[in-house]
Structures are given as structure tokens and as C-alpha cells.
């Protein structure tokens, strides 16, 4: 048996927080704490190679930084002799290996790692995610009996319980909770990002790469270029750029899109706190008293504090509410494939060979390319969910289950049938338009729906809302497009159709679009 332990704590991936509470009932004189890097976890999706890098070297990083604290840290490599392959393996091997110490693990992110866990009938002491203001309990207590829940209330909850952007009064700071209407600029011409700030490779990550592109070659997405945190240093780093040449902007040019620039205003910090390098009270601290220095407008500081607080904590609410029948909804009855060009970007509509292109190469787009290109489309186009949702799942560095499904089959597919969000995100290529400048380089003609050259988000809009009628027609906030529909000629109606199902045909036949 090895050097036995009183009591051993388990530390995911996604977990790497000082602060967590489970540090709380350890003694780093007597007890152990067990990382492992797990073959199922790296490839139970095929996760973009960057993805696996940022999660194993910050693993590592972060077990060193506990050793240099006085823990003792027993770590499987993926590489390791012995690695049984899966966290539960893990959790068993080295619970028989340490004399069977008493087992403490912090809540999952993913339904599916808890339930494997709880499956090895060890006897395991649960820790909340203290990194979260919302627990899971108080969040099954809001959403109580109500038969539909909206964002908007739960945030102004989270606003009043977190005292942030309030008059000393309770009221919100500027009269209203929600400035979200002034944060739909287009960018105009010549305005572009910061220069992004980017990270070198150390040693440790080095050493990932290589094993990542030994194990993991087949997964799509590129290995090489990745520069993103793996410390909390680093993550802090990345922080403080955005707080200083981003922020202010971020508010009115969130929806943006443009012609390579991957990163625009956003902050790029969502992988970095969805596996606990930074600190959610910080970042809405900061941005606060960022706003109250003069230095941030409010419609930027409310808007990033309300993705924060309201958006974020509001889906992972409703995934441990609705888990695990959840990720089979789908109301559309949607069966259709992913199209191959998802895993390719080869694509000739602009917008998505921009968007699926930066994911390849980055592991990452912001929330409009998610939602109204990618989204947009696979929503259009009847895709089944459980195959967009594995898709975003796997592509990109900050997907998370509770935090990916939601997202995605709930706002972008509305397979929920409305649960989670009011209406379906559904726009033509107008939107697209409207919000970037891709369309001017296209191969297709936004101002066409119904010819061969017709940018495809046209007609597939109009297909979508004709073939939904029946669900979709009586919703208050698709009045205005049914209306539209209705004044339609009968003959432009069935130009429109023919031309949906002609692309829907295109796509059946494994064509790129
Ligand atoms: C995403 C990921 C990957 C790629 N690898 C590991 C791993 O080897 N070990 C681990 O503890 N966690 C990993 N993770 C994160 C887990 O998948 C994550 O903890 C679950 O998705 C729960 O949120």
C-alpha cells in the first residue's frame, strides 16, 4: 500500500480554485488530494486539441502550485502505468491504494462525471461549487412552481442579492437592470479590436502539446498556436487587458461581427473561469468599480456583469434542474446530421466559413457567431440537437455540459420548446448583414432569397417559420415575421419553399453549401 491518507479529495479539471470549499476540510498535513488525467475525459467528445492542452497543462500547473502550498498532490498522467481511464477508474484505484481514506469531491459541472462517480458506491462527501453565487438548492427554490422561467427575473434576483450596480436605495444603478438595447452596434468601418494579449508556451505546456498531438491527432481543430492561460497569473493577465484597452467598448459592440477579428472587444476569459483560474466575485468587482471610477460606461459594465451573474448562473440553474432529461428534448423533432462542413469550414457562405474557421484554429467564437451564424443555421436547417450540441461541446475551449447544452439546445435550437428562452433565434441573412461585414465578400447575395445565388439563411428562414406554423404562429415575439409572411404573394411563398427544400436536398446529399 502506498503512504495511506486520512481522507483524499478529488480535484477535476474544471476545478482548479484555491478557494474551492473542499480545500476547507482537508489538512494538507494528513490528507491527499487526486487529479488524473482520464482517456474518457479527453475524447468522450472529440474535443479540439487546444482544449485538451488548456485543461491538462493547467492541471498540472495547478498541482504544482498546490505542492509549493504543502499538499500532497497525487497526479495520474495520461500517460501514467496503470491509469485506468476514466475518473471513476481513479477514484477507486486510489481509494484501495491510500487504505481506503474517507473521499471528498466537489459537485460536477457535468451530470454525466457525477453519476459516473456516484456509481462506484464509494461513500463520497459532497462539496457545493462555491465558485457559483447561485447554489443548486437555491436555484431549485426560485424556479419553485413557476411553469416557465425568464432570465430577466433571476438576474434581478442575483443584482439584489449580490448588491452589484445598485443605488444605495436597491434601485439599479442608472434607472434600469437591463441596458441590452444599447449594446447592438454594428462596428463602424476602420474601428478594430485590441491587439489580442496572447501567452507563450512554458515547458509544462510543451510537453502537453506533444502528447495531445501523439494522442489526439485525429480530433478536428489545430494543435499548433495555442496561447491561452494555464495559470491563475496568466488568467489575470488576460483580465487586466481586458479591463483596460476592451471594456468599454465591449458594451456596444458585443453583437458585432467582423472580417478577421476573432476576439473584437470580448474578453476571451470564459475557459479560463469555467475551470476556476479566475474568480466571478473578482471579475464583477473589478468591472464595477471600473464603471464607478468613470472609467466604463454602464451599458458595458451591466452588460458583462449580467452574463455573469444572469446569463451563466440562470443556464447552469437549469441544467441541474432539468438533468438529465434535458439533453433529449427536441421539440422540432429535428433528425437531419451535422454537415460535414461544421468539422472542415469549408463552406462558400462567408459568414460561416468565418466562424467555423476561427473555431478550428481557436477553439473559439464569441456568443453572436455561436448564436446567429452557427446556431442560426443548424436551427434553420432542422439539425438534430444532440448533434450540434456534441459539436459545440467539442470545438470550443470554454464548453462545459452545463453551461454548452443550454446554450445550445435550449437558445439556439429551442428544442425545449421555449423553457429556457422566449423565442428561437431565428433571422435571415438581413441580421448578418446588418451586424458584420462578411456579406459583402460572399458568394451569395443577401439581397436574394429565392435564386441560386440567394444567400441560404434566406429562404431556410422563411422554410423554418412556414414548416413551425403550428408551434411558432401564435408566439407574440414572431408576430411581426408571421405578418409578414401572411402579406407574402402565394407565388413568392412557394419560390420560397422550393428554394428551402432545395438547400435542405443539398445538404441530404452530404453537398456543402
Ligand atoms: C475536459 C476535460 C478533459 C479534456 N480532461 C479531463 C481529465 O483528464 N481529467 C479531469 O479531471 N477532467 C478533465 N476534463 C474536465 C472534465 O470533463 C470535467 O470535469 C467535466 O466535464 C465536469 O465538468
Known amino acids: ?64 502550485a498546490l505542492e509549493e502550498r504543502g499538499w500532497r498532490v497525487i497526479y495520474t498522467r495520461l500517460d501514467a502505468p496503470g491509469n485506468s481511464g476514466s475518473l471513476a477508474g481513479e477514484l477507486r484505484r486510489w481509494h484501495a491504494a491510500l487504505g481506503e481514506p474517507e473521499l471528498h469531491l466537489t459537485e460536477c459541472g457535468e451530470w ?35 411553469k416557465q422561467l425568464r432570465m430577466e427575473l433571476f ?37 478594430r479590436g485590441p491587439f489580442p494579449a496572447r501567452f507563450g508556451q512554458d515547458a509544462i ?30 488568467a489575470q493577465a488576460l483580465w487586466q487587458h481586458f479591463l483596460a484597452f476592451a471594456l468599454p467598448a465591449f458594451g456596444d459592440y458585443q453583437d458585432a461581427m467582423a472580417e478577421g477579428e476573432p476576439y473584437l472587444f470580448h474578453a476571451r476569459i470564459s475557459a479560463a473561469l ?3 483560474l479566475l474568480d466571478l466575485r473578482q471579475l464583477c468587482a473589478d468591472v464595477e468599480s471600473a464603471h464607478r471610477q468613470g472609467q466604463v460606461p454602464l451599458n458595458a459594465a451591466e452588460g458583462f456583469i449580467r452574463q455573469l451573474i444572469g446569463w451563466r448562473e440562470y443556464v447552469r440553474g437549469i441544467y441541474w434542474l432539468r438533468m438529465p432529461d434535458y439533453a433529449t428534448l427536441n421539440v422540432f423533432g429535428n433528425s437531419r446530421p451535422l454537415p460535414e462542413f461544421y468539422w472542415t469550414g469549408r463552406t462558400e457562405m462567408r459568414c460561416m466559413a468565418q466562424a467555423i474557421g476561427q473555431t478550428l484554429e481557436l477553439g473559439y467564437a464569441h456568443h453572436i457567431q455561436r448564436l446567429m451564424v452557427t446556431g442560426n443555421f443548424a436551427l434553420l436547417a432542422g439539425i438534430a440537437p444532440a448533434a450540434i450540441c456534441e459539436w459545440y461541446l467539442a ?14 439546445l435550449g437558445m439556439v435550437m429551442h428544442a425545449d420548446g421555449g423553457y429556457l428562452g422566449s423565442k428561437p433565434y431565428c433571422a435571415s441573412g438581413r441580421y448578418i448583414q446588418r451586424m458584420s461585414d462578411h456579406c459583402a465578400s460572399c458568394r451569395y447575395r443577401v439581397d436574394r432569397a429565392t435564386e441560386e445565388d440567394a444567400c441560404p439563411f434566406n429562404a431556410l428562414y422563411w422554410h423554418f417559420l412556414m414548416r413551425h406554423s403550428e408551434r411558432l404562429g401564435r408566439n407574440p415575439r414572431l408576430a411581426m415575421a408571421y405578418r409578414n409572411l401572411q402579406h407574402m404573394d402565394d407565388a413568392r411563398v412557394d419560390a420560397l419553399w422550393e428554394r428551402g427544400e432545395r438547400l435542405l436536398a443539398r445538404l441530404d446529399a452530404g453537398e456543402a453549401l
Request: hydrophobic letters at 45%; proline letters at 5%; a negative charge.
Open 1 to 64: 500500500m502506498k503512504h495511506p491518507a486520512r481522507r483524499l479529495g478529488l480535484v477535476l479539471g474544471d476545478q482548479l480554485s484555491f478557494d474551492l470549499s473542499l480545500f476547507a476540510a482537508l489538512d494538507p498535513a494528513r490528507d491527499a488530494v487526486l487529479m488524473a488525467e482520464v482517456n474518457e475525459e479527453a475524447s468522450y467528445v472529440p474535443h479540439h486539441p487546444h482544449k485538451i492542452v488548456l485543461v491538462f497543462s493547467a492541471m498540472r500547473h495547478f498541482a504544482a
Open 274 to 276: 469555467n475551470i476556476g
Open 395 to 408: 470545438v470550443y475551449l470554454d464548453a462545459f455540459e452545463w453551461v454548452e447544452l443550454p446554450n445550445t
Open 112 to 146: 454525466r462525471v457525477e453519476d459516473a462517480l456516484r456509481a462506484t458506491g464509494l461513500p463520497l462527501n459532497w462539496h457545493a461549487d462555491s465558485r457559483f453565487l447561485c447554489s443548486r438548492e437555491a436555484f431549485v427554490r426560485w424556479a419553485g412552481e413557476r
Open 155 to 191: 438576474y434581478r434576483e442575483m443584482r439584489k442579492r449580490s448588491g452589484l450596480l445598485l443605488e444605495p436605495d436597491g434601485q439599479p444603478l442608472g434607472g434600469s437592470w437591463n441596458f441590452d438595447a444599447d449594446n447592438r452596434k454594428a462596428l463602424p468601418k476602420g474601428v
Open 205 to 234: 505546456t510543451r510537453e502537453v502539446v506533444a502528447l495531445v498531438g501523439e494522442r489526439f491527432a485525429h480530433h478536428y481543430g489545430r494543435l499548433e498556436g495555442f496561447d491561452y492561460p494555464v495559470t491563475h497569473a496568466e
